[in-house]
């Protein structure tokens, strides 16, 4: 754990209750004095906050000391993801907010079962925990989008099957990656006039790892 995360960090004193109170006291087992590192995860700073006191529901932190420190990658990528189950999401969340993509814009493509619906306040937590491990300063954004329809980006790309890509993936800010089956026909007649991104593989690869990949291919 690079730091902990606590909205109100910044402020002169914490009080720690709930779920953050059992799993530094009761799981870590962090004693009076022990200075601790937080973050709001908005502002870029390490908050340093000392214990004061310990109850028996709650605790009590002084910050002794800030920082500014912001630990991003040097790169900035939006990803525009074609929806998928919602579990097979949460579960490469994580590694996306560690390979460092800014922003994801889900959408509905022609293939997305519209039946799955986001739960954006649980991705949150899990983008939260992922930045606790990773160090990673700020919080990935995430929105939705109605359909392709809606995309009007001169920057974008697209992942899809071809023999070389169309761009160098260095140049790539704005990515887009369909969902299981790929675009539509009449999707592709839409993004014919994006440059496309591709991978030297003949083998079919499942929309999470297709997202992971092309990420890691631009941005590290």
């Not at 109100?8 to 200075?35: A, H, Q």
């Not at 920082?67 to 998928?84: Q, S």
């Not at 704005?174 to 999707?187: A, H, P, T, Y």
């Amino acid at each position: 754990m690079q730091f902990i995360y606590h909205k109100e960090s910044k402020k002169d004193f914490l009080k720690i209750k709930g779920e953050l109170y059992n799993y530094l006291f009761k799981v870590r087992r962090f004693k009076k004095d022990k200075t601790l590192l937080f973050r709001n995860l908005e502002d870029g700073y390490l908050y340093y906050y000392k214990i004061e006191d310990i109850k028996k529901k709650e605790a009590l932190l002084k910050k002794t000391d800030e920082e500014p420190k912001i630990v991003l990658p040097p790169k900035e990528l939006n990803l525009f993801w074609c929806i998928v189950d919602p579990k097979t999401i949460e579960k490469t969340l994580p590694m996306l907010n560690e390979i460092g993509v800014k922003k994801i814009s889900f959408l509905y493509c022609d293939r997305s079962q519209k039946n799955f619906r986001l739960n954006f306040e649980r991705f949150e937590k899990i983008l939260i925990n992922s930045s606790m491990q990773c160090g990673r300063s700020s919080l990935m954004q995430l929105d939705l989008i109605k359909s392709i329809d809606e995309l009007e980006n001169k920057n974008l790309a697209v992942l899809d099957f071809c023999e070389k890509d169309e761009t160098k993936a260095s140049l790539v800010t704005d990515i887009l990656v369909g969902c299981e089956g790929g675009f539509s026909k009449n999707e592709r007649e839409k993004l014919k006039s994006y440059p496309k991104i591709g991978f030297k593989t003949p083998l079919i690869l499942k929309s999470e790892t297709a997202v992971v990949s092309v990420c890691s291919k631009i941005l590290i």
